[in-house]
């Protein structure tokens, strides 16, 4: 299971930091992912780890800004958002995605990842 929190209003220029709470399962075979959605809009990939190993993998919009993690002991993904800007207004979900093979990639599109949190709401004032 994945609970997602962190979410709120900001204006502009500033930072939130979204945390992915991950229970039922030992995650360190999995690869986590933030993806986010606006209203009408398909869900897009926003960054994705290896839970215990890789480097991490960013969408091009947001290289620099947003920064995904894992914290293994508090068994939890966060994804730093700092410089947010108001077209970032979204619903950020977090995702899991199983290791399947010994080399392996991120996955970018939302069907490859099995096991989805409830969404935060992101909002961006100008």
């Known amino acids: 299971q994945l609970q997602a929190s962190g979410g709120g209003l900001v204006q502009a220029g500033g930072s939130l930091r979204l945390s992915c709470a991950a229970s039922g399962r030992i995650w360190s075979s999995y690869i986590m992912a933030w993806f986010r959605q606006a209203p009408g809009k398909e869900r897009e990939f926003v960054a994705g780890?290896?839970?215990?190993?890789?480097?991490?993998l960013y969408v091009d919009s947001v290289k620099g800004r947003f920064t995904i993690s894992v914290d293994n002991a508090q068994n939890t993904v966060y994804l730093q958002m700092n410089s947010l800007k108001p077209e970032e207004s979204a619903v950020y979900y977090c995702?899991?995605?199983?290791?399947?093979?010994?080399?392996?990639?991120?996955?970018?599109?939302?069907?490859?990842?099995?096991?989805w949190g409830q969404g935060t709401q992101v909002t961006v004032s100008s």
């Open positions: 995702a899991a995605s199983p290791i399947r093979s010994i080399i392996w990639q991120i996955p970018t599109r939302p069907e490859n990842y099995n096991y």
């Open positions: 780890k290896g839970w215990s190993r890789g480097e991490p």
